[in-house]
């Protein structure tokens, strides 16, 4: 039934040529591609080209601006993050928040130019925030001279070092395989600019 | 049509235009980091590397510094350290080049400041560098200093940077 705009006569219109059995397959009989090509493309090569190229957009986006993908080198993460292991690290983790102790993060060096990304890190917990001084005393550390618990810290050490002051934007970094020596591991504070992310997982 | 075609000739010849102008005048940027990649090439070691190939290394990679070229280093394991006058950069280059196996260097993550005068810069970048067969590598920010001598870009200074103090 028409109404007074002609309007639902005309999406009825539509809508039956659309689902006009007898309309579809003479067009999809004349039309019919080849079973490899449809195999490959799809059946409608533009739309299939328009999702890969959307599909690749975002890959390139999400991994190269939002999820870094990293591989641990070296043993200073130890156990927690174990050598050659792959995982991710999230740019926007600290969008809304500041960093937290206890984050693992990841640091850059140098800074890289614009609308690129780093391509060595290092791979850190923060244990320091801005302010607060670190030291270790018998292996422990101790934030303001208050001890600090760390379970992740699974190796007992020795490591002694008079307490650091940490500026007003600097967090301090360790890793936490304690098990090193001292002066093998590299540890201290950074700006916080230089936080490239979280860690993932 | 006519006009279609002559706009589009005229694009195409401002950019060909564009594009010499920036390969015979190149910003001193580009200058700069292209200093930089040419001494990765150079401080680059192969295993196949013989003795003469080496020493004419040791003198490509000298012709890089100024005269009075400064490296200023403090690493983990060989603690701190300044050099000062291609003659002990040499004498230093010579002996690590000649006591490695093979060296890869390369630099990351450069990016390259020109001072208030176009005879300056400071270039920013990571140093990864690999010795031997060994799969360890080292990471290393660096602080180099050029300065525009006679119409080359040499380093006047190299130091390292303490990514965590």
């Known amino acids: 039934m028409p109404d007074a705009t002609g309007k639902i006569v005309c999406s009825q219109l539509w809508a039956e040529l659309r689902f006009n059995p007898v309309v579809q397959d003479t067009n999809a009989f004349s039309t019919r591609p080849h079973w490899l090509q449809v195999v490959l493309i799809g059946r409608r090569p533009v739309a299939t080209l328009a999702r890969i190229a959307v599909l690749v957009a975002l890959c390139v986006v999400t991994f190269k601006f939002v999820l870094l993908p990293i591989r641990v080198e070296g043993i200073s993460m130890e156990p927690t993050y174990h050598d050659r292991r792959i995982d991710c690290i999230n740019r926007l983790a600290y969008w809304r928040h500041e960093p937290q102790r206890g984050d693992v993060v990841a640091i850059r060096f140098s800074d890289p130019p614009p609308f690129s990304t780093p391509h060595a890190m290092l791979l850190k917990r923060i244990i320091g925030l801005p302010g607060e001084s670190v030291a270790f005393h018998g292996g422990h550390a101790y934030i303001n001279g208050q001890l600090l618990d760390e379970p992740y810290v699974k190796n007992p050490c020795d490591w002694e070092h008079p307490p650091v002051q940490c500026g007003p934007d600097e967090y301090y970094f360790a890793g936490d395989n304690r098990s090193m020596p001292f002066e093998d591991h590299y540890k201290g504070h950074a700006k916080r600019e230089r936080i490239v992310g979280k860690v993932l997982l | ?165």
């Open chain 2, 1 to 165: 049509m006519k006009i279609a075609s002559r706009l589009v000739l005229l694009a195409a010849l401002g950019g060909l235009g564009f594009w010499l102008w920036t390969v015979l005048f190149p910003n001193p940027e580009k200058v700069v980091l292209g200093r930089i990649s040419q001494l990765a090439a150079v401080a680059t070691i192969r295993p196949g590397d013989g003795a003469i190939t080496r020493a004419a290394k040791v003198s490509k990679l000298i012709s890089f510094f100024s005269a009075d070229a400064v490296i200023s280093y403090d690493v983990a394991g060989l603690g701190a350290r300044s050099l000062s006058g291609r003659d002990e950069i040499r004498e230093i280059a010579a002996g690590g080049f000649a006591n490695v196996k093979s060296l890869a260097v390369r630099f990351q993550d450069a990016t390259a400041r020109v001072g208030a005068d176009p005879q300056s810069a400071t270039v920013a970048c990571t140093m990864r560098v690999s010795a031997g067969d060994d799969k360890d590598f080292g990471i290393q920010e660096l602080r180099i200093q050029f300065q525009k001598i006679d119409g080359d870009w040499l380093m006047t200074r190299l130091e390292t940077v303490k990514t965590l103090q």
